[in-house]
């Protein structure tokens, strides 16, 4: 037996594969969570000044910026993070949560998505199994979770991982992965323009924005990836959840009701709530009205 063989029959082997993996993979995360909004807002202030540059105008040389570079550094003394420093959850833990450098706390929230994508990678695998539902489904899964503390963060969805996101529902798809292909299209367009309506209807009557292009792509890509029938349940809980939610707080932060709340995350829980549960929810929510 090879020990791909081992590996897949032995299912707390396959899981603590699947939870060291996760741990991996949530440490880049992090990187990603953080840096791609900056390069979002470096490209757009390039661009800006790109326009307002003379023809024969060159823009000095700024150093690279991107998700690789520059290495990973402490931002209030700029000791930069070695290899040791950077192991998941334990370097965080052995330092105490504080830079070795000047000795500034760093955020828990770094270990605390670490341990979520382990905790949620293994969980998929235990669940469909060494299977290839269960590639896409960690794929899926990954990107949710960068979506989900980016928007948090910053109301932004970026493109960079939306739009991929619906092609790789689209082709997983391909041969009825998780849906028709057929279901998965009509998904893919039913999810845009659902939100699409709702945000042109609701800025006709108020003349504001109520939500951004983004959670009309998001929306499309969990349609590509789960097809049609999954929106109405989708778009429930994420209503739901986010009126709960949000209103909860704009009381505690003693905010006004025009405070902006994205509604990207509400999408993603979402979204890998039905994942998980997608028949169980459909029954719930909608099996009394058969």
């Known amino acids: 037996m090879s020990d791909y063989a081992v590996l897949f029959?032995?299912?707390?082997?396959?899981?603590?594969?699947?939870f060291v993996l996760g741990l991996l993979v949530g440490s880049f995360l992090n990187v990603v969570i953080h840096r791609l909004p900056k390069m979002m807002e470096n490209d757009f202030r390039h661009e800006c000044s790109c326009l307002d540059l003379p023809a024969d105008a060159t823009e000095p040389e700024k150093p690279?910026?991107?998700?690789?570079?520059?290495?990973?550094?402490c931002p209030h003394c700029g000791h930069q993070i070695t290899a040791l420093e950077n192991i998941p959850v334990i370097s965080y833990l052995a330092l105490r949560g504080r830079c070795r450098g000047c000795?500034?706390?760093i955020s828990p929230r770094y270990p605390i998505i670490e341990l979520l994508t382990a905790l949620v990678t293994m969980?998929?695998?235990?669940?469909?199994?060494p299977t290839p539902l269960v590639v896409g489904a960690i794929a899926l899964s990954w990107a949710l979770i960068a979506l989900i503390f980016i928007d948090a963060d910053t109301t932004l969805l970026p493109d960079d991982i939306t739009l991929p996101l619906l092609w790789l529902g689209l082709l997983f798809n391909l041969y009825g992965g998780f849906t028709p292909l057929s279901a998965a299209v009509v998904g893919a367009v039913a999810g845009y323009l659902s939100l699409w309506s709702v945000y042109w209807i609701f800025k006709k009557l108020t003349g504001k924005e109520g939500m951004g292009y983004g959670d009309f792509k998001l929306l499309a890509a969990l349609g590509a990836w789960f097809g049609w029938a999954a929106l109405p349940a989708i778009i429930l809980l994420s209503s739901l959840a986010g009126s709960v939610i949000g209103i909860g707080l704009i009381i505690a932060a003693k905010r006004g009701f025009d405070t902006r709340i994205?509604?990207?995350p509400y999408l993603g829980v979402a979204g890998w709530l039905y994942l998980i549960y997608g028949q169980t929810l459909q029954q719930m929510l909608f099996g009394s009205l058969h």
């Open 9 to 18: 029959a032995n299912p707390p082997l396959f899981g603590g594969f699947l």
């Open 262 to 264: 994205p509604f990207g």
């Open 123 to 129: 969980h998929l695998g235990l669940h469909f199994g």
């Open 64 to 73: 690279r910026y991107n998700l690789v570079l520059p290495r990973s550094a």
């Open 103 to 105: 000795g500034a706390k």
